[in-house]
């Protein structure tokens, strides 16, 4: 009996499970980004331009050129592959439960092999997207589905 209640568990969704696309666009993308061996951020939300120029102190990735408006309607998310070729970005959603809410950025393959030197002692090579999504009252993390799991949401600024 309890194998039935189990396998009746792992195959019936969770009550009220919700799954909203939400629309993005992608600003712009990187590969071979150096950053430190250890570092487990996948994700960063970059709420305000104080948080912007935390983020690239942190981070200090390419970004030419970008000179966004944070007008309260606006979010930028980056996220981060240690595969390098992980840098397109193909859906974001956000997932709702009675008791909570995850957000979700979608990466596939470039399908560009890239071929680097070995990173400095200490360091690894990533590759990024930075997307722009509407603005929510609160985004506490953003997980990132692609092969490779694990990692760490930052905050930069506030919302």
């Given amino acids: 009996m309890a194998l039935s209640l189990v396998s009746s568990l792992a195959t019936s969704p969770p009550e009220q499970l919700k799954r909203?696309?939400?629309e993005f666009a992608q600003v712009m993308s990187g590969h071979s980004f150096l950053r430190e061996l250890d570092d487990q951020t996948i994700t960063a939300i970059i709420w305000n331009q104080e948080g912007l120029r935390a983020f690239i102190e942190k981070y200090p990735i390419q970004i030419e050129g970008l000179n966004p408006v944070f007008d309260g309607k606006r979010v930028l998310i980056v996220?981060?592959?240690d595969?390098?070729?992980a840098a397109f970005c193909d859906g974001f959603s956000h997932v709702?439960?009675?008791e909570s809410a995850s957000y979700y950025i979608d990466l596939h393959d470039s399908g560009i092999e890239f071929k680097r030197k070995a990173p400095p002692e200490g360091k690894?090579?990533?590759s990024?997207?930075?997307?722009?999504i509407a603005r929510?009252?609160?985004i506490s993390s953003v997980s990132v589905r692609e092969p490779v799991a694990g990692g760490l949401s930052r905050q930069f600024g506030s919302p």
Wanted: hydrophobic share 50%; proline share 4%.
């Fill in 136 to 138: 929510a009252e609160a």
């Fill in 83 to 85: 595969r390098l070729s």
């Fill in 20 to 22: 909203l696309q939400v």
């Fill in 128 to 132: 990024w997207v930075l997307v722009s």
């Fill in 96 to 98: 709702t439960q009675p």
């Fill in 124 to 126: 690894k090579y990533s």
């Fill in 79 to 81: 996220a981060f592959s």
